[in-house]
DNA sequence: CTGAAAGCGCTTACAG
DNA sequence: CTGAAAGCGCTTACAG
């Protein structure tokens, strides 16, 4: 059976108050040499702390829930076979193990779901995976009844943290990218209506081409879901115009493989008659032929900044003094955008 | 502040013991009448139980973990963005909720680190994301303190779960494809040596020659890790083979990926020239040229069943009569290969 | 069908 | 620097 803290005060010859001061760091509190007594007894012992029992006692988990929005009509599937999950929950649950706190997964489909959580386990704090989230908790998000962090939200809630990426400048980057390279005849694809985060990506389209005095066409925007289906989509359209468009900037690698596929369906020639820009620099820029020019967001860096803000907020009590941080994204130039010069 | 067991009686005017039970929906101990009316109070006062009290005193928790071994020589990054662990923990989380237990994601990189996990939170199960965690946590395997699953481990430890793939049937149907293609010179690449799943599937290769009486030739084995730059490497060895080989089968995507770039740099047309077959069926054989023809092995299912065998183990107490199940694969076609017919 | 008592393994708040 | 007491919010085991 496990040891609890009394039988190691016991064999220790100490009070349990004096073997919880030693467990817990509060070595102001004991002699050095009863330190060193009671630790070796607790790895003699191979004591561990019930975590349940400390955290009944002291209302806090240390367990901090990773929360996966999943509304009822999306295809719940599609929507996790996806590396951005994965390398999100491993950057945020290494950090947190490296500061002393567990990692819940749990994927939610109503509020209430995620009120029940909090109070259940005493979670000391919510991080969302998905941007999509504040629709179905706004109201939880207005109130942020325990330290949150969220990713791309152009809400920026009264005491939520928010780690985002410069979505005006990556497509800008793009899309200046494409005209460095000769290009006048740019479409942007993305359903952007409604999405605060694709209508910002939009806007960084349109900058680029005015700042190089290009003017913009709406008929050049196509309003196609950034997916593959989208994409495909949009690639035939694309086609259709016969040559007028020479490239074409997306709000995703899957799109852009998709406009790829649309593309050569249509009979264009990837990138002679096409240039194509991706968004994410996922994996796959690396498999498509041509290899795929993509701008980066740094996700890695993005679940790592979040997590150390909250917990830096759980820690001090207090809500960061830049809880709203935008990070910087690049260009990774690989074989899709050809040169017309 | 949270109501509290006691509070519930109190406004319900019966014990605390009546309360739990209508929560526990021990019915059978309380008056319909009771239950109705402690239920409604509940509601009321939006009452959550304290899972720590619960876990403190039940000696269970209804936690999970879900581990993913990280050895350190490892990459821990490239080990992460996969699309298999997002899938994987989609799946699980899903299933576990579904039966009222909650998910706790952990790496781990000693074996120290899991018995702490199990022992600090009373663990109820545990799950383990990756077969290499064989060698580094041997001794817990073969221990088993909780009840255990884990995926396409070839020791089948007593009292663990184990859920598998049908290796060799993968190779097997790849292989087969080649040869009802016209194809007989088919490479096989994979550092199978000491890794008993790539053996299995080596195997299947083997078998599907044998049975059309095709001579298998040491020299076709290719030693590379199936990944990327493994594939890149292979693909250029199989190139120097100067048309020999007209088909290579491979143990995973993204070495057929490689295969496919390394195949082409040394001047070589796909599929034209050399077909290739991967394994997994990820989505990355859409985005490749050509669409890759692979093994598909049914992940979601696999975490499914796993969890499933799991939570009926820990339900009844007792080893599930038939813990360990090969899945069946299936072979899906594509454009990666070509008829010599 | 209902409940009073004891206890799970810790920490908090206090006294010395 | 050390410890005795009380209590966190539940469930178990028992009595009625």
Redesign the pocket.
């Known amino acids: 059976?496990?040891?609890?803290?009394?039988?190691?005060?016991e064999k220790?010859?100490?009070?349990?108050?004096?073997?919880?001061?030693v467990?817990?760091g509060?070595?102001?509190?004991?002699?050095?040499?009863?330190?060193e007594k009671v630790n070796q007894i607790i790895k003699e012992c191979d004591?561990?702390?019930?975590?349940?029992?400390?955290s009944?006692?002291?209302?806090?988990s240390n367990i901090i829930g990773i929360i996966i929005s999943v509304t009822k009509q999306e295809n719940e599937e599609s929507y996790l076979e996806n590396p951005y999950v994965s390398t999100m929950i491993g950057a945020i649950e290494r950090e947190l193990r490296y500061n002393g706190y567990y990692t819940m997964v749990r994927s939610v489909t109503q509020k209430e779901d995620l009120n029940l959580l909090l109070r259940n386990w005493n979670v000391n704090g919510i991080i969302f995976l998905y941007p999509d989230s504040d629709n179905l908790f706004h109201d939880f998000l207005s109130a942020a009844p325990c330290p949150i962090a969220i990713f791309d939200n152009y809400k920026n809630y009264d005491g939520v943290i928010n780690v985002c990426s410069d979505d005006d400048k990556g497509l800008y980057l793009s899309t200046k990218y494409a005209i460095n390279h000769g290009h006048s005849n740019i479409a942007f694809v993305a359903d952007y209506e409604g999405n605060p985060l694709l209508t910002e990506r939009l806007n960084g389209y349109k900058r680029a081409l005015e700042e190089n005095n290009i003017p913009f066409r709406p008929e050049y925007v196509f309003s196609h879901s950034p997916n593959y289906e989208g994409g495909i989509a949009a690639g035939k359209k694309i086609a259709s115009f016969s040559g007028a468009i020479t490239a074409v900037v997306t709000t995703a690698d899957i799109c852009a493989a998709g406009i790829i596929e649309g593309a050569r369906l249509s009979g264009l020639r990837i990138p002679i008659d096409l240039s194509v820009v991706g968004y994410d620099n996922l994996q796959l820029c690396q498999f498509t032929s041509p290899k795929l020019t993509s701008v980066s967001q740094n996700v890695r860096q993005k679940a790592l900044l979040a997590t150390r803000l909250l917990l830096e907020q759980i820690r001090t009590g207090e809500f960061p003094a830049s809880p709203h941080v935008v990070m910087d994204v690049e260009i990774v130039e690989r074989q899709s955008v050809i040169s017309l010069f």
């Open positions: 059976m496990n040891m609890t803290l009394k039988d190691i005060a220790a010859g100490v009070s349990m108050m004096t073997v919880s001061n467990i817990n509060k070595h102001n509190r004991v002699s050095a040499q009863t330190i004591y561990v702390p019930n975590l349940s029992a400390r009944l006692t002291s209302k806090t």
